[in-house]
């Protein structure tokens, strides 16, 4: 099972970025994804998450209304839209699965059922 996220980078505050999550080595789309995020100092909590099949999508409270996580089965890929960035979204960004199909209504709470962890991408927010 390999997840790699990719699409970080620096932006102002109240811009916008797309990170992918591409997955191989597994039936992806039979999966629920996370993405979840790490800051300096803090621990790692969960951002969003989308279901096998799309239609479940839960939010971290600080992100609702303004990231919305997608998935496009061909490509084996994931999606987190994130747009009215601030700074404290600055983080390093990780996409991963685990042995379930759908999310919790908290994304966090889904930390200990994900098994399979990308490499992170780093999101800066600073003007």
């Known amino acids: 099972v390999q997840l790699q996220a990719s699409g970080g980078g620096l932006v102002q505050p109240g811009g916008s970025l797309r990170l992918s999550c591409v997955g191989s080595g597994f039936t992806f789309d039979q999966y629920a994804i996370g993405w979840f995020r790490q800051a300096p100092g803090k621990e790692r909590e969960g951002v969003a998450c989308?279901?096998?099949?799309?239609?479940?999508?839960s939010y971290a409270d600080s992100v609702k209304g303004r990231f919305t996580v997608s998935r496009h089965k061909s490509r084996n890929t994931v999606y987190l839209q994130m747009n009215s960035l601030k700074p404290e979204d600055t983080a390093v960004y990780y996409c991963?699965?685990?042995?379930?199909?759908?999310?919790?209504?908290?994304?966090?709470?889904?930390?200990?059922?994900?098994?399979?962890w990308g490499k992170g991408t780093l999101v800066t927010v600073s003007s």
């Open positions: 991963a699965t685990g042995h379930m199909s759908y999310c919790s209504p908290n994304p966090s709470d889904d930390y200990r059922g994900m098994h399979y």
């Open positions: 989308i279901s096998y099949n799309g239609e479940g999508r």
